[in-house]
């Protein structure tokens, strides 16, 4: 069994920009250099109160970020994980979402045309640069 320890990030800024070097300090040289955006994006996400966030340290010294939407009674979260460089994130997130009628099925539709333009934004971007 791994030990995971889970760190809610709340406060200004440098509160929570304090709180993660504090529990990112002890990591192996290659983890924390690669967390380095990692973090960064922990602290950005932090300043959005509609958000809670928090820090997942794995006992092999890996770490992600748990991001749920303050208020929702789903409480479903948004993992978010670092490539090996830490260059990139991965989300992941297991969401039911409604297609009861033609509504709730045009709105999933908007979500995942949504996410994906976002996606492909992103990927159009990186080759440019």
Known sequence: MMTVRKDLLSGTPED????????SCGLALHEYVAGTRLRGLAVELAKRANLQVSLV??????QELEVLLAGDPCRDAIMIDRDNAGDLCQLTWDRWLAIRND???EKTADLIAATLGLCADHDRDEKAS
């Open 103 to 105: 509504y709730e099925i």
């Open 57 to 62: 340290t794995y006992e092999d010294q890996s």
């Open 16 to 23: 929570v920009a304090r709180k993660i070097e504090d529990l």
